[in-house]
């Protein structure tokens, strides 16, 4: 593979191979995409002139360009899949997957364990799953347990423990549920014969189990061993009915499997079901938030990559509801009649019951009245219900670096996209008086100045004091009375409002105090974050402008290559060097060693 980077005005530089291109902003990867042609792929994003307006603004934000040259188109998707889940890039379509799904993991201990975990260690063992149904999980758990003895203790069964004698049987000794290997009452050789058949039951195998039984039944029949013989009837009549509780497609169906693609913009929604002789292991939708118009093709390809990876499927038939190009020793089949087709319609069942499904949620929770907002607006007698809430908090350590925070909860919850910082500009010292009643100035004259509308409460993270100074604030903007205000002082919750001297006390479990809590340690939150970036960024400047040689040109170039004084500090000379030149990286070495 070869790797290059250019500016965004080379791309016409680019080769006309297959590969995968990188798009940087300031700050890092925006976008990852693929190309069977580089060259003509990345030029449109620059000569087209039809793209949507998410595509127009990826290509304003476009810094620089990176592209790796491969030797196919199905290693571009491989590399293109890779570089996806390592960097998250904000452009690009990704599955959201908000479920842990839970494994089975069979340890590598000795004597190992069978149990199911939503925390995957490789180290511990090997992991069957995940499971999109935890009732199929606990049934083919259920079933090992019936068919074999497979100890439940997490004790180490080493040699040397048991020769000690460490440990006594238990009650699942007992009762028949387990061999006592803790007292050397089982062999290991004997007992890793019962390991590798669950591991056959959790692949799926479950037919070379049933042969395996169906002729040890047999054999303790002839020898007239008939008990035994029946503890393998019983055995098989386990397995006949896990299989009648798991979903029968066909029996004469290999391993494959079937994917299929609602495309409804700007959202797709993407059904895979894994099957395993004849029964539907995996079935799972994933929905997909489309962000540059990507085609189905391309959505349903990553889709394909990101679950057969997941779920650690290595068939070799994939069924499609549109045409793919096959991949390397993977065949890409639309099925129009027959058996497979109806997978494809069952698949297909699956993903547009899960798109009405997360619809319906959407609407309902649109719909559904916020209790919150209804006791807080009964607690505090407001006139109109507080969809719209800010919360005002200063922060300061000893009058340096005075800053303020504002945080917006729209329908309760927090609009991140509406939050505020302030550099506090006519306040020498710590005054926290004076610096609420310059940010509720400057807030309030901004909106009044452009006719926004006002927030229906504004919230003051603290007591009396803090409360009356917003309060004259709104009053000389000639806006008090319009706008509903409270401040929450921290020590004992309690509640102010204006031209009342007796706080309010709300119950500590009800829903409109946890509101106001949220929404003032939210601001206290997002004020702290804003003082510490700023004192950071000034003390870090500030060693930079010790050093004699080192200009302000050099030092914002030095922190848009390293980020920090720490990661400078960190970097080798040859680092330094071709960042800043050679001269100039010998200054930064000799002042850093002091």
């Given at each position: ?20 291109y990188?798009f ?46 491969v ?20 452009y ?76 006594k049987?238990?009650?699942?000794y007992?009762i ?13 050789h ?71 693609i609602?495309?409804d ?52 038939e ?10 390397p ?8 009649i027959?058996?497979k087709?109806?997978?494809?319609d ?38 109109e ?38 550099n ?45 100074a ?50 003032r340690?939210?601001?206290?939150r ?10 950071s ?8 402008d ?26 080798d ?22």
């Amino acid at each position: 593979m070869n790797t290059q980077k250019l500016e965004r005005t080379q791309y016409n530089l680019l080769p006309d191979d297959p590969g995968v291109y990188r798009f940087f902003d300031e700050e890092g990867i925006i976008y990852v995409g693929k190309a069977k042609n580089l060259k003509k792929r990345v030029s449109s994003y620059f000569t087209k002139n039809d793209h949507n307006r998410k595509t127009y603004r990826l290509v304003q934000e476009i810094h620089y360009i990176q592209v790796t040259v491969v030797n196919s188109e199905f290693d571009a998707l491989l590399l293109e899949n890779s570089l996806i889940k390592e960097n998250q890039p904000k452009y690009n379509i990704l599955l959201k997957d908000d479920k842990s799904f839970p494994s089975i993991c069979i340890t590598n201990e000795r004597f190992p364990r069978i149990y199911s975990t939503r925390r995957i260690d490789r180290s511990k063992g090997q992991y069957f799953g995940p499971y999109t149904s935890v009732k199929a999980m606990n049934n083919v758990l259920d079933l090992i347990r019936k068919l074999y003895k497979i100890r439940t203790c997490n004790f180490n069964l080493s040699e040397t423990n048991i020769a000690k004698g460490k440990f006594k049987v238990c009650l699942e000794y007992h009762i028949g549920n387990c061999l006592g290997p803790c007292e050397g009452l089982q062999q290991e050789h004997e007992y890793m014969v019962e390991i590798a058949q669950a591991k056959e039951i959790l692949k799926g195998n479950i037919s070379p189990i049933r042969k395996s039984f169906l002729g040890q039944m047999q054999e303790a029949a002839t020898e007239l061993n008939f008990e035994l013989a029946q503890s393998f009837k019983v055995k098989l009549e386990y397995l006949e009915k896990f299989q009648v509780k798991s979903l029968i497609v066909q029996q004469k169906f290999t391993n494959l499997d079937v994917f299929t693609i609602l495309h409804d913009e700007p959202k797709s929604y993407i059904n895979y079901m894994m099957i395993e002789e004849g029964t539907i292991k995996i079935s799972e939708t994933v929905e997909v938030k489309n962000n540059l118009n990507n085609s189905p093709e391309d959505i349903l390809q990553y889709s394909m990559l990101a679950l057969r990876d997941k779920y650690q499927s290595s068939n070799k038939e994939v069924l499609t509801n549109i045409e793919l190009e096959d991949w390397p020793e993977v065949s890409m089949i639309v099925p129009k009649i027959g058996d497979k087709k109806k997978l494809i319609d069952l698949s297909l069942k699956n993903a547009f019951m899960s798109k009405r499904e997360k619809q319906a949620q959407a609407e309902n929770i649109k719909n559904k009245p916020n209790h919150a907002l209804i006791e807080l607006k009964k607690e505090l007698q407001l006139t109109e219900m507080p969809y719209h809430i800010e919360c005002f908090d200063n922060s300061n350590i000893q009058g340096t670096h005075p800053v303020a925070s504002m945080v917006c909860f729209k329908n309760g919850k927090p609009s991140k996209k509406d939050y505020r910082k302030f550099n506090i500009k006519t306040v020498v010292g710590p005054d926290d008086f004076s610096s609420m009643y310059e940010i509720v100035t400057r807030r309030y004259s901004k909106l009044l100045n452009e006719g926004l509308p006002f927030p229906k409460l504004v919230v003051i993270d603290g007591g009396k004091g803090q409360l009356g100074a917003a309060v004259k604030a709104l009053k000389d903007l000639g806006v008090y009375g319009e706008i509903p205000i409270c401040g929450i002082a921290k020590r004992l919750e309690e509640i102010y409002v204006p031209n009342d001297p007796i706080p309010l006390h709300i119950s500590k479990k009800s829903e409109a105090l946890k509101l106001l809590q949220h929404a003032r340690d939210e601001a206290h939150r997002f004020a702290i974050t804003f003082h510490r970036q700023k004192r950071s960024k000034t003390s870090l400047k500030s060693e930079l402008d010790e050093i004699k040689g080192i200009g302000q040109n050099t030092r914002e170039l030095l922190f848009r290559e390293f980020g920090s004084v720490e990661k400078m500090k960190k970097a080798d000379f040859e680092q330094l060097s071709a960042a800043v030149g050679p001269s100039k990286a010998q200054l930064l070495k000799s002042a850093f060693k002091k």
